[in-house]
Each structure stands twice: as C-alpha cells, then as structure tokens.
C-alpha cells in the first residue's frame, strides 16, 4: 500500500490545520502521530464507509477525521491545535476497522510533521 500524505507545517496555539491522505486502495484508514521521545500514538479512525468514526481522548472536540469524495482519501481536520500536539502524523490504513479501533495498522504513511507553537 502506498500513501500521499500533505498538510502538515507550523501553527500558532488554537490555530488549525488539515491533513490529507490518499492511499493506493480503499481500507479503513487512520492517524497516529509520535512526538519526540516518545511512542507512536493513536489518534483517529474511520471506517471503510465513513459511517464509523473512533478519536484518542486527547484530541476528542477538536479534531475530526472524514473521508473524501474518492474512497481512498481521508482527511483529519485538527482545530484548537496545542503545542502537545506537535509531532509527526502518519497515515495508516487497516483491512479491518476493529484493527484500527484496537490502535493497530497494517500499512504505514511516511508521516508529515506538525509544529504548534505557544
């Protein structure tokens, strides 16, 4: 599976921005992000339908994921941005939404960087 992740950059505290995925076949797809020093962590799911949404409780409220007019494209809209935020996201997609649900991926994006500044 390949990936053709964008949207990543700096922003300022409360600030927003969108990231964007396509991948190179339909599947249930998702977010994860790795700060510095830290372990690779989930942030948001959706299912192959678009129907069934799942978000990591510290971005609950704030960010959305969607899928787009073609079915191998997903977006995450993260508003409120905080600099805890900051951190590499990765596009990640899975044959199965529970995969994803239990914070696991089959296939991985290179990642795009996200810098919040206070």
């Known amino acids: 599976v390949q990936f053709v992740e964008s949207g990543g950059g700096m922003v300022q505290a409360g600030g927003s921005l969108r990231l964007s995925c396509a991948a190179s076949?339909?599947?249930?797809m998702g977010w994860f992000r790795q700060a510095p020093g830290k372990e690779r962590e989930f942030v948001a799911a959706?299912?192959?339908?678009?129907?069934?949404?799942y978000y990591a409780d510290s971005v609950k409220g704030r960010f959305s994921i969607s899928r787009g007019s073609a079915e191998n494209t997903v977006y995450l809209q993260m508003n409120g941005l905080k600099p805890e935020d900051t951190a590499v996201y990765y596009c990640?997609?899975?044959?199965?939404?529970?995969?994803?649900?239990?914070?696991?991926?089959?296939?991985w994006g290179q990642g795009t960087q996200v810098t919040v500044s206070s």
């Open positions: 990640a997609a899975a044959q199965v939404y529970s995969s994803l649900r239990a914070e696991r991926a089959d296939y």
């Open positions: 076949g339909v599947y249930c």
């Open positions: 959706i299912s192959r339908s678009g129907s069934g949404t």
